[in-house]
């Protein structure tokens, strides 16, 4: 079974603070990772897809990926009570397998002014 | 700037009707998908579409799901005889080949099975 695991909070930080959101993953033939936030009775919004071992940056966003760990992570810098959201790492599988997502149940993030 | 867009945004239905859910994908994109999400659950994935054929299907796609692409801009999920377990939010997602195929939702169909 191919499972994506998220803590699902809620995880409470102050607005201005760093968010840290973490992912591990289960399938190592997963090859494209991806971050989507998702409000409460709206659909997933792509945040930021990441390939690579390493970090990549976009705005306040970074994402940390670590094959060999299997460990996918977010970083939302200076949070605003906007950010509060649930953040969904999805995995998707090799063009053998298709492109399906596997997602994760989420993180539940609370940004407190 | 483009977006997939579904109707309806919500659909009440007896169990044993049949449903067709609608999509219209981002214009240049060539892969469609339907996913589904249960109340306080995770999204799930039921098929992707490509060419004109499903391209991947999951455990939950079974004989009571169809999807097809009747034109050169709609795609259309069917479920042949509506089950009470069926009620969930539809989302429809389109992605291309570059970006190495990043996934784009639409804003879902809740469908709710009495």
């Known amino acids: 079974q191919k499972e994506v695991e998220q803590n699902s909070g809620p995880l409470s930080v102050p607005e201005g603070a760093i968010a840290s959101l973490n992912c591990t993953y289960s399938d190592r033939g997963s090859q494209s990772f991806f971050w989507y936030r998702q409000y409460s009775g709206k659909s997933p919004e792509l945040i930021m897809s990441i390939y690579s071992n390493g970090d990549k940056e976009d705005g306040r966003f970074t994402a940390q990926l670590n094959k060999a760990s299997q460990y996918v992570s977010l970083l939302i810098r200076d949070s605003q009570p906007s950010d509060s959201a649930t953040y969904l790492c999805?995995?998707?599988?090799?063009?053998?397998?298709?492109?399906?997502?596997?997602f994760g149940k989420g993180t539940s993030l609370l940004v407190t002014p | 700037e483009p977006e997939v867009t579904q109707t309806p945004s919500h659909q009440v239905t007896q169990m044993g009707q049949e449903v067709i859910l609608r999509c219209v994908p981002i214009?240049?994109?060539?892969?469609f998908y339907w996913y589904r999400q249960i109340l306080g659950q995770k999204v799930e994935f039921l098929v992707s579409?490509?060419?004109?054929?499903?391209?991947?299907k999951s455990e939950i796609f079974d004989d009571q799901f169809s999807v097809e692409r009747p034109d050169g801009s709609n795609f259309t999920l069917k479920i042949r005889s509506t089950k009470l377990e069926d009620s969930a939010m539809y989302f429809c997602?389109?992605?291309?080949?570059?970006?190495?195929?990043?996934?784009?939702f639409g804003p879902g169909t809740r469908l709710t099975v009495t």
């Open positions: 999805a995995a998707e599988g090799n063009g053998d397998s298709g492109y399906a997502l596997n």
């Open positions: 997602a389109s992605s291309d080949e570059g970006d190495s195929y990043e996934q784009y």
């Open positions: 214009s240049n994109h060539l892969y």
């Open positions: 579409f490509y060419n004109n054929e499903i391209s991947e």
